[in-house]
């Protein structure tokens, strides 16, 4: 048996004792979620503003893919949780992208918070799009991906404890963001180097692209 099989073997094997939600989420990926269920029904899937109840409200949200390069994260915090008067560049305001903002600190836990701004920094740094659903790229990640890239995606998992492994990190910004969609969905597909498989005929298109969309969300 080659050691590409080996290893292949052995990642099989480790698959099937892997829980599907081994670890904590990602803060962008958490904070993902938030935004879909809280936010993007006023600031839009894409944060710049469209979403059907500000539309229907007459609302103009902020585009938040622009105006959150500009903002601390302590900044956005007191934007987010609604603390009340703040003082920026000498002025008082009590909500600097819009009064219609509501006050999501008697809602959110001060780590939803933070995890909801790590994908607003995403939103407004990302140089691809999401091809996929994350949440679903997520249980996929931790069955089949984490065993060599690690929870967390550091290229740390277990198998690099038993072969001699580098696997890529993919909370790299760097190394990810040159990469494309499709360059990623394409080592997904037909594998990349000696010990990275094809899945190929394992995964399906829908689940390649979801795979794409977490990877993205780890790299921020």
Known sequence: MTRF???LALCLVFVAVIPAFAGDPTAAYEGQ???VSHCMICHGADGKGGGSLAQEMGLNP???TRTLRSRSDTILKKIISGEGGQTISGRDRHNVLTEAMPNWGEVLSE???DAL???LRFLSTAKHEMMGDPVEGRDLYQKYCAVCHGEEGYGDGMMTKILDLEPMDHTNPVV????SNEDIAEAIREGD???MPAWVGILGDEEIEALVSYIRLLAQ
């Not at 990810?176 to 990469?179: L, V």
């Open 5 to 7: 099989y080996y290893c």
């Open 33 to 35: 979620r938030l935004f």
């Open 62 to 64: 902020v585009d938040m």
């Open 111 to 113: 780590y939803q918070i």
């Open 117 to 119: 701004i790590a994908y």
């Open 176 to 179: 990810m963001n040159g990469m």
């Open 193 to 195: 180097g000696q010990y």
